[in-house]
């Protein structure tokens, strides 16, 4: 009869072995979470977005540390999956944070708790959104009106009506393309609404357009040369209609002679 396999290191047998070595022992022997030995995260100090390879994302939030910023410094052994990371605050100045994850790690069936050191450098730098929006840039405008002919429509009742409407679109916009907005200016005829991108500008305004049957033009008008190249600023007209009287409610639909009686 075989002898029993039993696993080289710790002599146990009735174990799955790997390579002659049960998993209680490989978890032992294997490094199965790690981070480099310091990390740096950008973020913007107006909005709080973070610099992630050569994109700014996560605008408005925290500018505190969180999991989502230090989770992507793991590095996870191929076999090793990670449930759950705990960080813990160290001595920290006002640019490196010295911090400790414990990493609750599963490998081959055993699971072990790991400590990982981490120590991240925090770099503060004005993303390109703020930075534009603090030098009142723009390259679009969009022009929130009333129908064209004069009605009477009083002017902060017509910017509330046009307020809500463009709320209303808002909530459908993308988030990049409401990044682009800079800031709004209040007018007797409406809203003007100014926008660091004409790409997004373009985008909402015909999502708008859609969405509350509103009748649209764009201009552009030559605003200067920059690079031996002419610098257009688009303006987009969007004529937002009064709402129709509500319609009389449409006939009731028959109940079901399924339906059970009360
Ligand atoms: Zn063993
Ligand atoms: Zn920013």
């Known amino acids: 009869m075989a002898e029993k396999e039993f696993c080289v290191v710790c002599g146990r047998t009735g174990r799955p072995l790997v390579d002659g070595v049960c998993a209680d022992c490989a978890a032992d022997r294997t490094v199965l979470v790690s981070a480099p030995a310091r990390g740096v995260v950008v973020l913007c100090p107006t909005c709080g977005a973070r610099l992630v390879k050569d994109h700014w994302e996560r605008e408005n939030s925290s500018p505190v540390l969180s999991s989502e910023d230090l989770a992507p410094f793991l590095r996870v052994h191929p076999e ?11 001595p920290s100045t006002a640019t490196v944070r010295e911090l400790v994850g414990t990493a609750d790690a599963s490998f081959r ?30 390259t679009a405008v969009l022009q929130l009106r009333g129908p064209e002919e004069r009605r009477l429509e009083k002017a902060t009742a017509l910017r509330t009506r046009l307020d809500a ?98």
Do not use: M, N
């Not at 090793?80 to 160290?90: K, P």
């Open 165 to 262: 409407a463009w709320t209303t679109v808002l909530r459908d916009a993308r988030s990049d393309w409401k990044r682009a907005i800079s800031w709004r200016e209040a007018l007797p005829e409406g809203w003007d609404i100014f926008f660091t991108d004409t790409i997004a500008a373009r985008s909402v305004a015909r999502l708008a357009q859609q969405r509350l049957g509103a009748e649209f033009k764009q201009s552009a008008s030559l605003v200067g040369r920059k690079d031996g190249r002419d610098v257009y600023r688009v303006t987009f007209l969007l004529r937002i209609p009064r709402p129709a009287p509500v319609a009389a409610p449409a006939a009731p639909v028959r109940r079901s002679a399924a339906r059970l009686e009360p």
């Open 80 to 90: 090793a999956g990670i449930r759950r990371v705990t960080w813990e605050e160290g």
């Open 109 to 138: 069936g055993v699971r072990r708790s790991v400590r990982v050191p981490l120590s991240v450098r925090l770099e503060h730098r004005t993303c390109p959104e703020c930075s534009r929006k603090s030098g009142r840039y723009y």
